[in-house]
């Protein structure tokens, strides 16, 4: 099933959970959610998209509405009391040990990693949505204005402020961090 | 006309390059399966979490769904005060005159027919207290055993105190698609027992909850589920050639199951010997 192209046929649960639990994980992930909650997060996602799998458009791609179920319930979550501040766990993440042990060639990217996703935690709920949508999971403008339910034109100006916001912190960060090595 | 996107910076553009696609761990993979088929077994008000979405409310969404509800409440209301009067029917002390019979060459028939009252009023997707019955055709296997005993027919005729009782429970014969509410939440919790008890290391605890699983939900929904946790738990416990035929079974039984890798794991983990042969 090419996930980005529409489908002739409802798919199963199971076949989604096969095939789409990976882009749901990243997705999670990306959009700032703790490692810990990632896992209750999926579980509510994928009860959404079986109770809903009659409402699947089979016209349309299944990302997208994936996507769209993923973003009204990291919403929800966030509503909950115990999550009324947010908190994103990659940036304490990056300075905790990993008890599992990773290859050196691992960690350059992973810092990369890091530092991309605390940059993105940082945006605005609204611009963070277009950015992780076009800019990370390679979806069409036009799915993401559908997706989020915006005009275009507000989806390109949100991408635009995502951009430059994330380049500024990037930036930011790559000084602070050649400052302490020239010191 | 779409408007142009403004060009990445070199910055932003090397860290999406350098990001790495995120794949879920396989432990999560098939706990969290597992967890979402267990959570649609059951009506979407009522899951363990409370959390799962529900459909918003808005106006089109009432003018859809209200009178359907409206209708189920009557219906739903009708059908609980049938339950009463059916209820106080059985246990007003009416005097049975069908004997219920148990042959004593018949391997162990627990539902022998005696209608005591319409059974179309009944809810018939369980039958209660099977371990109650069970004691009754041990003890009296080789005799008559009367209904003047005072034990009910199962299924048709129990009370609802039965209904509740902790006893395992099967589906009547011709309802085994069905499932109630009751039978789902308790056959997770012998699972999550299962799970909590294999996470503390106590294999043998683990063993005994995925036999008790089978023993009391033969027909279960969630058979998968304990044949995998079975298989994580023995070879746990070290038995290594039940891990490994239970597993051929398993991928007999369930071919292309999402709990295959977490199946596949627990074989892998057997020990290899100095011959390079997996641990007997």
Redesign the interface.
């Known amino acids: 099933m090419s996930a980005l192209a529409p489908i002739t046929t409802v798919p199963s649960?199971?076949d989604l959970?096969?095939e789409e639990?990976?882009y749901v994980?990243?997705s999670i992930?990306r959009l700032g959610i703790s490692s810990s909650d990632a896992?209750?997060l999926?579980?509510?996602v994928?009860?959404?998209v079986?109770?809903?799998l009659g409402d699947f458009d089979t016209g349309r791609p299944v990302r997208p509405w994936l996507f769209g179920?993923l973003l009204?319930?990291v919403s929800?979550f966030r509503r909950r009391p115990r999550h009324a501040r947010e908190v994103f766990a990659e940036a304490p993440v990056a300075n905790q040990a990993d008890p599992r042990a990773r290859p050196d060639e691992?960690a350059?990217?992973?810092q990369?990693?890091s530092?991309?996703l605390e940059?993105v935690a940082l945006l605005p709920p609204e611009q963070r949505a277009v950015f992780v949508m076009h800019?990370?999971n390679g979806h069409a403008?036009r799915e993401v204005a559908q997706t989020l339910e915006i005009p275009?034109?507000t989806a390109?100006s949100r991408?635009?402020l995502a951009?430059?916001a994330?380049?500024a912190k990037?930036?930011s960060t790559?000084h602070t961090q050649e400052a302490i090595r020239g010191a | 006309m779409a408007p142009e996107i403004e060009l990445m910076s070199q910055e932003l553009r090397a860290a999406l390059d350098e990001e790495s696609a995120m794949r879920a761990p396989t432990a999560v993979r098939a706990r969290l399966w597992t967890r979402v088929e267990a959570t649609l077994a059951l009506p979407p008000m009522a899951d363990s979490t409370g959390r799962a979405a529900v459909p918003s409310l808005k106006p089109s969404f009432l003018r859809a769904h209200l009178p359907s509800r409206i209708v189920s409440l009557i219906v739903g209301s009708a059908v609980g005060v049938a339950g009463h009067v059916a209820y106080q029917r059985l246990t007003a002390p009416t005097p049975i005159s069908a004997p219920v019979q148990i042959s004593s060459s018949a391997p162990a028939p627990l539902i022998v027919a005696t209608p005591i009252v319409p059974t179309s009023i009944i809810p018939t997707s369980i039958i209660p207290a099977v371990p109650e019955m069970q004691q009754v055709v041990s003890k009296h296997r080789k005799q008559k055993v009367n209904a003047s005993d005072g034990r009910s027919e199962p299924g048709r005729g129990a009370s609802p105190a039965s209904l509740g009782g902790g006893g395992g429970r099967v589906p009547l014969s011709g309802d085994t698609g069905r499932v109630s509410l009751s039978d789902s939440a308790a056959e997770r919790n012998v699972l999550e027992a299962v799970r909590s008890a294999l996470a503390r290391g106590n294999a043998d605890a683990a063993i005994a909850g995925t036999e008790r699983h089978q023993r009391e939900f033969p027909a279960g929904q969630l058979g998968e589920e304990r044949d995998a946790l079975w298989i994580q738990a023995l070879v746990s416990a070290g038995r290594f050639d039940d891990a490994r035929t239970r597993a051929a079974r398993f991928h007999q039984d369930h071919s292309n199951s999402l709990l295959a890798p977490a199946v596949d794991a627990a074989v892998g983990s057997i020990p290899v010997t100095n011959s390079g042969r997996s641990h007997q």
Do not use: C
Request: a positive charge.
């Open positions: 649960l199971a959970y096969r639990l990976d994980w990243q992930h896992e209750d999926a579980h509510d994928f009860v959404t079986g109770r809903r179920i009204r319930t929800e691992l350059a990217s992973n990369e990693r530092r991309l940059a800019d990370m403008m275009q034109n390109f991408l635009r951009r430059a994330i380049t990037l930036r790559l």
